[in-house]
């Protein structure tokens, strides 16, 4: 009997794990609509940068088939988005590494550690950044955000493909803040 509740009870960790750990979608925090989508990708290069795309249209974004709000391509370093601030540590089978907000972002806090995890054993990590509060000093009011990640590595650890949908909801209320 021990055995089989055990056996239950493992079943309904399983089962429950890959949702706890991979919580894709877009849930509106509370006062903070869904304004757009920012999908950032990247070959894994290091002789190009980064390419990013603002998708819309505002208050309604689709990421493939909505407005191209934004754009910049990948290119040579310097124009577009460095990736080359990342440094990944592999523990097992997940990878771990820092994500920094850009200058102008001011965030509680401003640097945050992410851990992808490798399901399946094919070399693509996935997971998210749970949302947070931050704020443009270009922008009234507060911003949340909540980064959905697909990051496939060689068996070098070398990145051979790199994307994630940060979906960003804002409060223009001119007194709204993460304080």
């Not at 894994?44 to 390419?51: A, E, I, L, R």
């Not at 407005?67 to 310097?78: D, K, R, Y």
Request: charged share 20%; aromatic share 14%; net charge negative.
């Amino acid at each position: 009997m021990k055995k089989r509740a055990l056996f239950v009870l493992a079943c309904m960790l399983a089962l429950a794990a890959p949702s706890v750990m991979w919580a894709s979608g877009v849930d509106d925090p509370a006062g903070f609509p869904l304004y757009v989508i920012i999908e950032v990708t990247w070959d894994g290069d290091m002789g190009k940068d980064g390419s990013w795309t603002v998708w819309g249209p505002r208050w309604d974004p689709e990421v493939g088939t909505g407005t191209i709000l934004g754009h910049c391509p990948m290119g040579t370093p310097g124009t577009c988005l460095d990736m080359s601030y990342y440094e990944f540590v592999f523990r097992g089978k997940t990878v771990h590494f820092d994500e920094i907000y850009v200058p102008g972002v001011v965030a509680y806090p401003q640097i945050r550690h992410v851990v992808l995890q490798d399901i399946d054993g094919d070399g693509q990590y996935t997971g998210s950044l749970s949302a947070e509060c931050y704020e443009f000093t270009s922008r009234e009011g507060a911003f949340h955000d909540r980064i959905d990640y697909w990051i496939t590595f060689d068996a070098q650890g070398s990145v051979t493909g790199f994307r994630y949908l940060e979906y960003e909801h804002w409060n223009q209320d001119p007194l709204a803040s993460c304080d």
